[in-house]
């Protein structure tokens, strides 16, 4: 896998596309809804955990233990927060298998993300591929440190694009994998994938965006 820096991308700076419909359920971690704040256990429904580490759906404005808050989604009621640091395995995540691509079709993948208490080297690995092993896109992101952030969390867009070489469905997993000796925690929400024509593809300018090419 390759390190990039996390690209960030001003919403005003984005141009309102006509694109596809959006490709990822439940992209904004909102189902099953929890009436209350807390931390609740697993990904989302459409998503499914892998690895060992914590994965959770965070509602509302959450403390950590030293009583600091961690700030509220902008999203809704909801994120998803990956956490590895609790359990053996060094790796936290979920993903979901997407069905409906189309070989040569560009597509834009967009997302929050936001190290929610500032872990020492927070990263967000981005990988899409297929069931029999074959990685498409295998990029990791240094997550800019932050929390915690106290009222409002602080997300970090990211934008890239991908043309798919395949016909069919492609998983998207999303990889807490910091290093440091403390990764800390992360969180994501408003998840998108869209199918966009080769001209809004170049509307996206390139310090806004990441091109994914097949996996070296």
């Known amino acids: 896998m390759k390190l990039l820096p996390l690209l960030l991308a001003a919403a005003a700076a984005v141009p309102a596309w006509a694109a596809g419909p959006e490709m990822i359920v439940n992209g904004s ?20 955990q892998s690895f060992l580490g914590h994965v959770s759906l965070i509602n509302g404005n959450i403390k ?8 509220k989604t902008e999203f809704g009621e909801q994120y998803l927060g990956l956490d590895p640091r609790f359990q ?14 189309v070989a040569g079709h ?6 929050g993300v936001a190290d929610s208490d500032g872990g020492l080297a927070p ?5 899409l591929s ?7 896109f295998d990029r990791v992101f240094d997550v800019p440190v932050g929390g915690p952030y106290g009222t409002k969390i602080q ?10 070489p395949v016909t069919g469905p492609i998983t998207l997993s999303l990889r807490n994998v910091g290093s440091g000796g403390d990764p800390g925690s992360i969180s994501i929400d408003r998840v998108s994938l869209v199918d966009v024509s080769d001209e809004e593809a170049q509307a996206l300018e390139p310090s806004h965006s990441s091109s994914f ?3 070296r």
């Not at 971690?29 to 499914?48: H, M, N």
């Not at 053996?88 to 691509?101: E, K, L, R, V």
């Not at 990263?123 to 990988?127: A, D, G, H, I, R």
């Open 123 to 127: 990263q967000l690995e981005v990988e």
């Open 213 to 215: 090419q097949p996996a």
């Open 155 to 164: 997300f970090t867009r990211l934008h890239a694009l991908f043309r798919s």
């Open 106 to 111: 560009q597509y834009k993948l967009s997302l």
């Open 29 to 48: 971690f909102e189902s099953p809804a929890y009436g209350a704040t807390g931390v609740y256990p697993g990904g989302g429904d459409g998503w499914t």
């Open 130 to 136: 297929d069931d029999m092993g074959h990685d498409y």
């Open 64 to 71: 950590d233990g030293g009583g600091h808050r961690y700030g």
């Open 88 to 101: 053996f395995n060094p790796y936290s995540a979920d993903s979901q298998t997407i069905p409906g691509f």
